[in-house]
């Protein structure tokens, strides 16, 4: 809308700010997943390697 010189209105806005926040917690909530089930894969694990859990965190932080 922008590039053809128009104002979006009320409703648009909303709606695409809506949607952005969506994204946002679907990521955090995806990176929270993965984070608790790499958790629990680990501690099954003789030898404990947390990369993937801090990699999956460090994703849920971003996202936040």
Request: aromatic fraction near 4%; include cysteine.
């Amino acid at each position: 809308m922008i590039r053809e010189d128009e104002i979006p209105d009320v409703t648009t806005v909303i709606a695409s700010d809506m949607g952005l926040r969506y994204l946002l917690r679907n990521d955090i909530l995806t990176a929270l997943d993965d984070a608790r089930a790499e958790l629990k894969y680990q501690m099954k694990q003789i030898d404990v390697d947390g990369r993937d859990l801090y990699d999956s965190l460090l994703s849920a932080q971003s996202a936040c």
